[in-house]
């Protein structure tokens, strides 16, 4: 079950790296990361996390690194404004969220295993299609973000308001009001999906729409970022996980770590913008 993974999850999460420059004192550095919808304690998580940041500091030079957790969107955004982080690890409806507002700049992105959220899926024991699925009830822990759930993952096929929704807040109650009838289909991530094969009953559901693979978490620059800071912790990302760290990245999930630019999401703004 979920529970049994927490350890090797990028939980949600917003990290403060306070740093300076070797041999020379620089002005703190802040790196907000929010990864929502992700499962466990953020304590849990801390000391795999604390190595990673210690790994990525040391990479760029850095010699300090603290972190501290939020598990919300609205507790990200606050931190923002109180202070101004120069990078942002975030996942896709975060970025496609707060892209204009905070003025995000693409460098990287970040593929983490056993967290979800680069495909999604209608689920049902009944329904055969998303046609089957349409004035029936819906249950799902995404349906906070209608926008992103309309224009990104159902890519126009569907509205929420083509369901009789039931908004859950953890994902097993999403496939557990599936498999005990209490709603004809779910809207799940790939994470979710994925423990379908691990839930007594689970056999019996199946996947009857997916939506296209979306991109993964974006790596963005504020521009708070200096130009020459922000081109070294670029240039430097894929890195991180390579060799020695790649111990450390798979402690808290991490599949690999790259650089990218906007381009490379291009497809998802655009759906999203419309």
């Known amino acids: 079950m979920y529970q049994r993974v927490v350890p090797r999850l990028l939980i949600p ?28 304690s953020p304590a849990l998580a801390q000391p795999y996390l604390d190595r990673f940041m210690a790994l990525t500091a040391e990479e760029n030079n850095w010699t300090a690194a603290s972190a501290q957790y939020c598990t919300s969107r609205a507790a990200a955004e606050a931190y923002i404004q109180a202070q101004k982080p120069h990078y942002g690890i975030f996942s896709l409806a975060a970025f496609l969220a707060l892209k204009e507002q905070y003025h995000l700049e693409v460098i990287g992105q970040v593929a ?3 967290v979800g959220g680069r495909q ?20 799902s822990d995404h349906t906070d973000d209608q926008r992103f759930i ?10 929420l308001a083509d369901f009789t929704l039931t908004q859950t807040q953890r994902p097993l109650q999403t496939i557990k009001k599936v498999l005990t009838g209490e709603v004809t289909c779910a809207l799940v991530d790939d994470a979710q999906l ?7 009953g689970g056999n019996d559901v199946r996947a009857v729409w997916k939506s296209p693979e979306l991109p993964p978490m974006a790596v963005v620059a504020f521009p708070s970022a200096p130009t020459l800071e922000r081109k070294k912790f670029q240039d430097n990302l894929s890195k991180i996980c390579d060799d020695d760290g790649q111990s450390v990245c798979g402690e808290v999930g991490i599949v690999s770590l790259h650089i990218a630019s906007a ?3 291009a497809g998802v703004l655009s759906a999203y913008g419309k």
Do not use: M, N, R, W
Not at 13 to 38: D, M, R
Not at 121 to 139: H, M, R
């Open 13 to 40: 999460a917003v990290l403060l790296i306070a740093l300076t420059a070797q041999g020379q004192a620089s002005p703190a550095v802040t790196v907000v990361v929010l990864k929502e919808h992700g499962v466990g």
């Open 112 to 114: 983490v295993s056993l």
């Open 120 to 139: 999604y899926a209608l689920i049902s024991k009944s329904a055969t299609d998303l046609a089957g699925c349409k004035g029936k009830g819906l249950a």
């Open 150 to 159: 309309e224009k990104v993952v159902a890519a126009g096929q569907f509205k």
């Open 194 to 200: 994925a423990e379908l094969s691990h839930i007594e």
């Open 263 to 265: 381009a490379d999401y």
